[in-house]
């Protein structure tokens, strides 16, 4: 089916290390965004990137980078991972933004955890 | 700069009863809005949205919303409470830029 696929589902990393968390959609969408998560808080903006070659921060970039090379990958890399980086990260894409037809596809997520 | 303001966190009605869940936002320009909603270790889907035109939607479920500029609000309703309701609930605003600002969401709870 298509959508938006993220990997991994859960990660436990220790402080300190690196990692990607890897995000692909299949529907040729040009816009696509990295929100997290945290109780009581909604979801924030981390990056996002309106197409290939482009991206931008959201509210909460620090800590993270992102890269998009492809109009269908967009992973996250957590540098130095620190315990408030402990998330539930979720992946989303959109054609076109403001159309009436707009909308997010978002993947299911994933569950990281900095100890 | 666009924000969203959902009022009560938790929100707890009987089974059959009237659903409300409140959002107001703040937007420079004509805003486009959202409800969402989130099952349980699952990603966000889309209930509703309200772009241009008739300020009454309808969404998924029964659920509808209704855009009042003179209030700043979006509120979503459902007539009649199910238990398969239960989930959270995100509204959000996309203001003038190409990113989409959600509330912290409210936690619906049916009570049989």
């Known amino acids: 089916n298509a959508g938006v696929t993220q990997t991994p589902k859960f990660r436990i990393l220790k402080i300190g290390q690196s990692m990607t968390l890897q995000c692909a959609q299949d529907?040729?969408?040009?816009?696509m965004y990295w929100y997290r998560q945290d109780p009581g808080m909604g979801l924030k903006l981390i990056y996002y990137s309106v197409g290939a070659g482009i991206t931008d921060k959201g509210e909460v970039p620090n800590g993270y980078n992102v890269s998009r090379s492809t109009t269908e990958d967009f992973p996250l890399r957590l540098e130095l991972a620190a315990p408030s980086q402990t998330s539930v990260y979720f992946c989303?894409?959109?054609?076109?933004?403001?159309?009436?037809?707009?909308?997010?596809?978002f993947g299911a997520g994933s569950r990281l955890t900095v100890l | 700069a666009q924000s969203v303001t959902q009022l009560g966190s938790h929100v707890s009605v009987s089974e059959g009863a009237l659903v409300l869940l409140r959002c107001n936002y703040s937007s420079s320009v004509p805003p486009y809005l959202f409800w969402y909603v989130q099952y349980p270790n699952q990603g966000l889907q889309l209930l509703l949205k309200y772009t241009t035109g008739a300020t009454l939607v309808k969404g998924i479920n029964g659920f509808e919303a209704e855009f009042k500029k003179s209030e700043t609000s979006f509120h979503l309703t459902k007539p009649s409470a199910h238990m398969s309701d239960a989930a959270e609930y995100f509204c959000?605003?996309?203001?003038?830029?190409?990113?989409?600002?959600f509330g912290t969401g409210t936690r619906l709870t049916i009570i049989p």
């Open positions: 529907m040729n969408h040009n816009y």
């Open positions: 989303a894409s959109s054609s076109q933004i403001y159309s009436g037809a707009n909308v997010l596809t």
């Open positions: 959000a605003v996309l203001g003038g830029n190409e990113k989409l600002t």
